[in-house]
């Protein structure tokens, strides 16, 4: 490697770390204040909420962890600035930031499936919206992901540790990883997160929000030929009864019949006005569903934000990973390659946020509220 490859690789790397360091501290910033915001008596009627501030929960112990663990790491290896603290903390501090660092990894992919699935019975059964999709059944499946992914990575306490950097002097530096003992079949459990956290996921919300985006294109389909085509209402049905009223007057032959006719079209037009009071309410009716329908539309338009940038921001870091496995890890460029998708891949644990922001005017609002002086 000659000095300019050597002064650009360490650029690339000092860019990383500082990218890196803004994003985690924004990221971390941003979910604090959406778990305060979503917590709110505003937020509490909706089971989405619940799931977006579970979600927002789960990144930011995923940040602050990776913050330990790999950005200060990489400052204290460019800088020796001793910030390093979770590879110089105790056993039980490096095996309990590991676990947690795995198991809201794999929380934060399952939640966005949940909501994903939910959203997709919202969409097509609306009318069972109100039982199925409640905070309490949202609760018994956020408690079932949390337990799921703790039995999930029951091997990170025993293959994790704080372990020396030079393996024949116990006053060296330790770091927290993989023991050296567990490495040679530490790649069957990588491989085994990687369909878990990802594959699996993206099949589900992929193939979940195609369905929501048809269903919504199929309903916007059918209001416009509504509009375009709207049925005969109350006061059409009185016009058109007028007119058959006036038609049988002109065919009758003599005055019983043209009396009898009168009161008969007098009677059919009291039953074709509805009374004043039945027409208020059944417009309020209809703009207090219009209204819902709205709210359910913005929520859907929200989660498919999520669910979508969860799909693009890690399916680089997915590709990349797989031909560093391919090629064995060995190659610098793919290794390069990876950093970087990392850095997409950490942007979906910090993106949220900002997609609630441009999305939800009743989310913008709070926060401004918040920061009110």
């Known amino acids: 490697m000659t000095l300019y490859d050597s ?9 990383l770390i500082y990218l890196t360091f803004i994003l985690t501290t924004f990221g971390i910033f941003g979910n604090i204040l959406v778990i305060i915001i979503f917590y709110s008596p505003k937020f509490h009627k909706q089971s989405t909420h619940l799931y ?27 800088y020796n600035s001793h910030l390093g603290f979770l590879d110089r903390s105790t056993q039980f501090i490096c095996i309990a930031a590991q676990y947690i660092r795995n198991s809201t990894r794999l929380s934060s992919s399952w939640i966005i499936v949940s909501f ?4 997709l019975i919202a969409v097509y059964y609306p009318l069972k919206r109100k039982i199925i999709c409640r905070r309490k059944e949202a609760r018994y499946l956020l408690f079932g992901i949390f337990v799921m992914t ?20 116990t006053s060296s530096p330790t770091v927290c990883d ?27 919300i992929g193939f979940g929000n195609m369905l929501i985006i048809i ?48 009161n008969k079209s007098h009677l059919t037009l009291e039953e074709s006005v509805p009374p004043h009071n039945q027409v208020l309410s059944n417009k309020h009716q209809t703009f207090q569903t219009h209204l819902k329908g709205g709210t359910q539309r913005k929520i859907t338009l929200t989660l498919l934000l999520v669910s979508w940038s969860f799909l693009l921001l890690n399916t680089p870091y997915c590709i990349l990973w ?18 970087l998708t990392e850095l997409l891949m950490l942007t979906n644990f910090c993106i949220n946020f900002i997609l609630y922001c441009l999305s939800g005017k009743l989310f913008r609002a709070h926060l401004k509220y918040l920061f009110r002086c």
């Open 52 to 78: 977006l501030s579970t979600l927002a929960l789960s990144d930011v112990c995923f940040l602050i962890i990776n913050l330990f663990e790999d950005t200060f790491r990489n400052l204290d290896t460019l």
């Open 178 to 204: 993989v023991l050296q003992k567990y490495r040679p079949i530490y790649m069957r459990f990588a491989i085994a997160t990687m369909i878990s956290v990802y594959l699996i996921p993206f099949l589900i």
């Open 116 to 119: 994903t699935i939910e959203r």
């Open 322 to 339: 797989l031909l560093n496995y391919i090629h064995k890890f060995e190659n610098e460029n793919l290794k390069t390659l990876k950093e």
């Open 215 to 262: 269903r919504l294109s199929r309903s916007k389909q059918l209001l416009n030929n509504t509009d375009k085509n709207p049925e005969p209402n109350g006061l059409e049905s009185v016009g058109g009864t007028s007119l058959r009223y006036n038609d049988s007057i002109l065919s009758g032959s003599n005055n019983y019949e043209h009396s009898a006719l009168l």
């Open 7 to 15: 002064n650009q690789v360490r650029l690339t790397q000092h860019v």
């Open 150 to 169: 703790l039995c999930f990575n029951i091997n990170v306490p025993f293959h994790y540790g704080l372990i020396h950097t030079d393996n024949n002097s």
